[in-house]
């Protein structure tokens, strides 16, 4: 087995909702996409230009033939410099360019908010228990930054920079639309509102690493290797990696599992080191099914 690697860069069309979790009635936002939400993504769309509505049999092939890596916000079209999250002292903060910035400061360029609530019809008032406000990542920057070399002004679009990867045996009818299907993407929640529009910027572009990460492309799964304390680009399996620094959290999400059913099923939970998590010495880690990475073993 072998794997061609593609940096794939879009444009944000609208705010964007990654859901990690409620606090109150809050929803709260990841300050990326998923390989997961990438994933389903591509899975409607292809499932869509094929004519077919069995979501599972598409779904099963984009897993296995098309692996994604995580997007994270970048102020180039080019997808050079993603910021990236850290765990830093036990804390997360962002990777941009070669500074170490705060988790505040990187949210007040990017982290805006949606409220809403249902209406009773009979009293044409809020309805009891409804209210909630939805984090969403910025389609535009809110606040500009000028440091080593990064330049982006409050209005500036951001992108979304990240890699995907196409095994040498994808059967033809993914092989001849997997590029269509990456033009125009909608992902995350709130979709019904509008948000999670993103734009293929550009053509997919080959690449021989991730995120200028040493990159193994012929083996059975793509391999990356993180020199220590390197920021772990995705969530990882916390099974095999158990000397990670950095949070874990269960990690799940909403499938697709038979025509008008969107979103009707949860995904089984992993337990996972969250994006942004080092280590303390070199380690090779797999790039799995809907963008989950695993330690690198003799079984991989």
């Known amino acids: 087995m072998s ?3 593609f940096q794939v860069v879009f444009r944000m069309g609208s705010p964007l909702h990654s859901g990690c979790g409620n606090i109150g009635n809050i929803q709260r936002t990841r300050l990326c996409v998923t390989g997961r939400m990438l994933w389903g993504a591509l899975t409607a769309n292809i499932t869509g230009i094929l004519g077919s509505s069995d979501y599972v049999q598409v779904g099963n092939m984009v897993k296995e033939h098309l692996r994604t890596s995580y997007l ?3 102020p180039d079209q080019e997808g050079k410099r993603p910021i990236m999250p850290l765990v830093h002292d036990q804390s997360v903060c962002y990777r941009v360019g070669n500074k170490t910035v705060k988790a505040d400061l990187v949210e007040s360029w990017l982290l805006t908010s949606f409220a809403s609530t249902a209406i009773d019809t009979a009293s044409q008032a809020a ?7 939805v984090e969403l990542i910025n389609h535009r ?3 500009g930054w000028h440091d080593d070399g990064i330049v982006f002004a409050c209005g500036d679009p951001v992108h979304l920079s990240g890699i995907l990867f196409l095994s040498s045996n994808t059967p033809d009818k993914i092989a001849d639309k997997w590029e269509q299907a990456l033009g125009r993407l909608q992902v995350g929640g ?4 509008g ?12 690449t021989k690493t991730v995120f200028g990460y040493q990159t193994e492309l012929f083996a059975t799964d793509p391999e990356v290797t993180l020199a220590k304390g390197e920021p772990l680009p995705a969530h990882i399996i916390a099974e095999d990696a158990t000397n990670l620094q950095g949070p874990i959290e269960p990690f799940l999400g909403r499938e697709t599992l038979s025509d008008g059913q969107f979103g009707k099923t949860i995904s089984p939970a992993e337990i996972c080191w969250i994006p942004g998590a080092t280590s303390s010495e070199t380690k090779t880690f797999c790039v799995k099914e809907k963008g989950l990475w695993r330690l690198s073993t003799t079984a991989c």
């Open 3 to 5: 794997w061609q690697a």
């Open 72 to 74: 994270f916000p970048c």
């Open 127 to 133: 309805q009891e228990g409804t209210l909630h406000e």
């Open 141 to 143: 920057f809110l606040r």
């Open 190 to 193: 709130e979709r019904g509102y």
């Open 195 to 206: 948000f999670g529009l993103l734009t293929l910027a550009g053509k997919p572009r080959p």
